[in-house]
């Protein structure tokens, strides 16, 4: 139990993996033959990525020339990072803070909602529990495109659309925010931790902020970093209920501007620095959150 | 009573924003113009320059069909409509039925007909009604390689006819070369070409909604293109694709069933090819001077425009002012719906453009703009229209029956959908 | 967790407490988890009635319509206009179609991708798993984006080194359609299934392992009839969350129907018809409709596949 519980699954050889082997020819065919189809699947992975990051070196003619796979003849990459953040009145940096605001505000208030709520449905006994919480999971289990349609309509009916909060507002809410975090708590806060912080005469919601909240940090911040993925990569949403420019995500700005490309094929160059500079940034920064977010899995208790 | 406090809260933070950007009362009135059409940036720049109380912030949003036309049923939905924004003719009729637009007859503005073409003020003017005031047309031409005409001994077609003929002796000389790229996705073609050949495909007459895309001269010209297509007389691909670029460069791809727009686009994905080219007048079904109208736009003004007095004055002033012209021909080709302005526009088109020096374009156009019949309607939602005709005309070359056929699936389609939306429907 | 829709195996011992700290919980539920509900039921609940009330209701005109729409009482026009359009089953075709070629591809390869970094023979796993998790932080609309140029002749390196050894690949047309969309699918979801199921072959008792060991089983023998059954649960999991995703077709072909050089429509896939119906065509009860049908499509098979994984488990 402990061993799950512990955030960051330490990586050393279990004993499974490192018994002392004589290894043969066969070994080493299987090793090679594994090892071989992993590499495939890591070079299938890399390359689009890898054609973003020629493709930010290019100027637009190079990028409709020959190879895909190689650097520019020049050096582009600062002239157009710098025209990526010109173009239309520098509106793209106005995106990316936009984005942002979503995907930090949204994910943070996701957490927050889900770890309250899967700690009550964990810690308390109250009529109905098992009802409402079916009902959090149907909520799982509905594709996020057909809610979004009806949730405009419904907004637009109180003019709501077109405004932070028609994207702010959706994204708030996680049911399988709720069902981790309803696991996190039953195996992370012991029952005899809230009895001694309640016997201390704390209120509820004290006790869920000092004692609760605290406890379940390492797996509130995957719910976070789960939602904020989400909402960063969250393209139909900001679709349907913007039409602002201003208020535009990074994805909706490219989209216009990649169907704006036959009137201007520079929109072309624009797009593909625009998405290297809205991806690269994240990977790099993510690589070292990732083994974090896997460790929260594992207590998630999905396996 | 959480969603009306949200809602409370929001119109809040919207009434203190709006209070924000409309400034002190006798600054300058702000007001926001939507549209894609290229060269509205150079429009508004001018405006600006030109006019003190009231400015102009435009906003580039997506070509209609590939979401420009959603965002502004959204927005007026929302009820942050923009002041003032493009409409293509097509969609003009459901615009208008569907609450998104509203009429400006108030503004006297039918002192202005004269201005247009009339067909083109037909299409701007519904019910009793006018809706908006036309800003560009695209009468059909025909762009020739006139270079390639004159090493293979070829003159430019009058009819139809003349055409095929054209297209075989072409066929004779150089067996690699077409006579032309046809797109039968383009459902914007498509119906230019059976206005032309004198279709009459919606009609609101009987004061219920009919449609009829098999009558003699829809099906003339349809079976027409099927036997170029048959015979491998033109190429059946998408225009300005690469394909497409790659013949024109090569000189296998010799004329363009095009609209004064298509200089623009030719001089930015061919531009070695400036000087090249000839303008005729599109081939016709009798050698009488007809053609169709295959793009432009209107000046409308949506439902919920916050400044609709000065809304119109821009729309007025662009749609009127050779100023406005002037400031477009850098960045576009299209020519004015007001044919007065013809002149102005090809003198500053020229100057600003070299690519279309020499090509008689604009003669040619305005003949071309006033030879277009005013008869022809458009049916209530012509945005899907258009979706499925592509998909139909698309789908037709090399299936049985082809462009015929596939534009007698489009009216059952249509038929369908109209009285599925709740449209009165006869035939 | 032997199901997602399952009641949590493990609870905590629930409140024993005396009267006077019950009323103090009871409020204390409503605290924590008032503010969640609210917003679910706004965010939900609400639209999913709202879309149901919709739906029972079409826009009426008179004559050529001029003076605009009314609404009118519609009983199940509306149902019986989606199930008998061209345009809605086909796209439910497809997607269903899309999904039985995408689900099966993508778990398999998760599997195998999972037991092969679970395994002492692969090396440099940790790389690996880096790797194959990348595309899961890049956004899809920028995957599509990039997908789209990869497949866009001009663009394409690809295209140009199948031409160079005389394979003429059409990516964005007829057949080979379906194909792109499941590739792009499959790499932006591979490696987060791949970790999904690696976690819980990372759980699984060493002692079991040993066992099978012990009794002469090998890498491959050990992995399908040891380790895969004990990950079972897992494999749902993800497979439930790839169906529902599937269903949710709409970045990728919207992107390709957008570039113009495809034979994607506006309205391939469902969520598609339900956008360009409430945005193309102002045709909101039509919009409500889809949307109410795309989700009874996923509740039936999410019932089906929680099932088909309880059955399984239970034996």
Redesign the interface.
Known sequence: MTDVLTPERPAPPTPRESRPEQHGSAWWLRRSTATILCAIAAIYTLMPLVWLVFGVTKTLPELYSANGFSPSAGFHVFDNIADLFRQ?DGIFARWILNTAGYALGGAAIATLLSVAAGYAFDKFQFPGREKWYAVVIAGVLIPHTAIVVPLYLMM?E??????Y?SVL?PVMVNPFGVYLARAYSSGAIPDELLEAARLDGASELRTFFSVGLRLMGPGALTIFLFQFIAIWNNFFLPL?MI???DLFTIGQGL??WS??D??N?DYTRMVVVGSAVATIPLILLFIPLQRRWRAGLTEGGIR | M???I??A???V??LASCGLADGGADGPTEITYWS?V?GSQEIVDRFNATHDDIQVNF?????G???G???M???V????APDVATVEYPQM??F?????IQPITRYGVEDLAGEYPEWAWRQAA????VYGLPKDVAPTVLFYRSDLFEEYGLQPPTTWDEYRATAEQLQERNPEAAITTFSTADAGLVSSLAWQAGADWFD?ST???ALETDDPATTRMTEYWDGLIADGLVNAE?T????HINDLNAGTSLTLLAAPWSAANLS?FVPELAGKWGVAPLPTWDGQPRAGNYGGSVMTLPVGSPHPDEAMEFARWVSTSPDAVEAASTMSTAFPANVNLADAWGAATEAAMPYVQGMNLTAVAREAALSIDPAWEWG??M??GF?RL??RT?AAVGSPGGLTAALRRWHDDMLDEMR?????VTG | MASITGTPGRTGTKGKGTAATRGGRRGGVLLLLGPFF??FT?TYI?PMLYALWLSFF?????????D??QR?FAGFHNYA?ALTDEQFLQGTGRVLLYGVIYVPLLIALSALFALLLDTAITAGRRFFQTVLFLPHIVPGLIAAIVWVYLYT??LSPIIDALDAIGVQADFLNGGGVLGSLVNIAVWQSLGFNVVLIYVALQAIPKATIEAARIDGAGEIRTAFSVKLPQVFPAVMVATLFTIIGSLQLFTEPQIMS?S??S?V???WTPNMLA??A??????YH?AATVSVLIAVLAGVLSFAVTTFANRRSAR
């Open positions: 239309d637009s109180a003019q709501m659309t077109d405004t909060w507002i349907v039409t602002d420019n989209f216009t169907s704006a036959g009137q094929p | 959480l969603r009306r949200v809602a809260a929001a119109s933070l919207m894609w290229a906003e580039q949003i997506p070509a069909t590939s979401g036309y959603s965002k049923f959204n927005a939905r929302a009820g942050r009729p459901g208008v039925t569907q609450n998104v519904l019910g009793d009604e609101t004061g219920t909604w998408p300005y694709a690469e394909k930015r209530p939602d945005t899907n979706q592509n998909d698309g599925q939306r709740g449209y009165e | 609210a917003l706004f609400g079409r826009d009426r005109y008179d004559g050529i319509g001029w605009g729409p009118v206009r002749p001009g957008a113009g050089n034979s429509t506006s309205t956008y360009s409430a945005f193309n065509s102002n045709d039509y």
